[in-house]
C-alpha cells in the first residue's frame, strides 16, 4: 500500500518485477500515464464524469493562445514534479506573470476553469476485482493553505449522502486496473460535482473513513472483513497541527476554533487510543538535531 506519489510512481514503474513477489496495486501491469492530470481528467469525461475545461500549459507556451476565460486554476501536470505552492487561483495576466515568475522546478502544468466551489470532497475508498466501494468523503471546511492547500477541518459525509456518480468513477477505475486505497477529488458547485483528479494511493485522510465506521484498509487485505454501510456516521475531523494558524492569520477567531476543537472526533495525526506514533513523532522533531 503506497502513501505517497513518489512510492506510487515507483511501484507503478517497477510492477512487473514486484508482482513475482507481492500483491501489488495493478496485479503486474502499469497505470503508467494516468499519474498525468490531463490523462486522468481525458478518461473521467470518457467515463461520464463532470470535467473542468482544462489544457496543458508549459512554461515556453504562449499563454495568450489559451482559450479557457479567467479565473483559472493552474496546478502541476504531474503531482511528483511540483509542490502545493505551484497551485495558483489566476484572475489575469498580471497574475498569471506572477506565479509563472515565482522559484519553482515545475516545467508542466494542468489549467482549468475556475470552480467557485461550495465545498470540496475527498472521498475514501478501495478498489478491488469486484469494483469500487466508497463508503463516504470528507467534506473540506477549512484547508491550509487557505483555498489551496490540504484539509485542516471538516466533516465526514456517509456515500449515500453525495450524489457522486459511481458508476462512472467505477468505470475510470477499471480502466486504471487499479487495486487498492484510492482517494479522487470532487468539487462541489450549482448542483455539480467537478472531477479533479484520483489519486492512486493511500490518502493522508484514509483514518477519518475507519473512525467513521468503515474500516475499508482491513477489507482490502481480508475481503471477509465487513461492515454496515447504513452504520457509516458523520464525523468531524481536524488536522491540529494546521488548523490554528488559521486563528494566526486572522480566518477564524479563538473562540470558534475551540468550538470546532470540541466537536472533532477524529485526528488525523494523533490518536487517542495509540499515542505512541505521536509522541514519536515530536521526540524524533525535538531531538533530531
Known sequence: MCTF??????????????????????????????FNKDAQ????????????????????DDKSKIRIAFPLIIKPLTSTK???????????????????SEESGCDEFLLQEYITKEYEL?????????????????????????????????????ASKLGINLDGLNRFLAESRYHG?????????????????????????AYVATAAGANIHARY????????PSKVKSIRMMNYSIDPLHIKEG?????????DLLRTRVFINASIRDFAPTLAYYKNKLFKR
Open 5 to 34: 506519489d513518489e512510492a506510487a510512481e515507483f511501484v507503478d514503474a517497477n510492477e512487473t518485477v514486484l508482482s513475482e513477489h507481492f500483491i501489488t496495486p495493478c496485479r503486474g501491469s502499469r497505470i503508467g500515464t494516468l
Open 41 to 60: 481528467c481525458r478518461l473521467a469525461k470518457e467515463c461520464g464524469l463532470t470535467v473542468p475545461e482544462s489544457v496543458v500549459f508549459r512554461r515556453k
Open 82 to 100: 511540483g509542490e502545493k505552492s505551484d497551485i495558483h487561483i489566476i484572475h489575469d495576466d498580471s497574475e498569471f506573470d506572477k506565479a509563472l
Open 122 to 158: 475527498d472521498c475514501i475508498g478501495i478498489s478491488t476485482e469486484n469494483g469500487a466501494e466508497l463508503p463516504g468523503a470528507i467534506r473540506k471546511i477549512r484547508h491550509y493553505p487557505d483555498g489551496t492547500g490540504a484539509g485542516a477541518y471538516g466533516i465526514f459525509v456517509p
Open 181 to 205: 486505497p484510492f482517494s479522487v477529488e470532487f468539487l462541489h458547485s450549482r448542483g455539480k460535482n467537478y472531477f479533479m483528479e484520483v489519486n492512486f494511493r493511500n490518502d493522508g485522510l
Open 221 to 228: 487485505v481480508n475481503p471477509g472483513l465487513t461492515y454496515n
Open 251 to 259: 480566518r477564524i477567531t479563538r473562540r470558534q476554533w475551540l468550538r
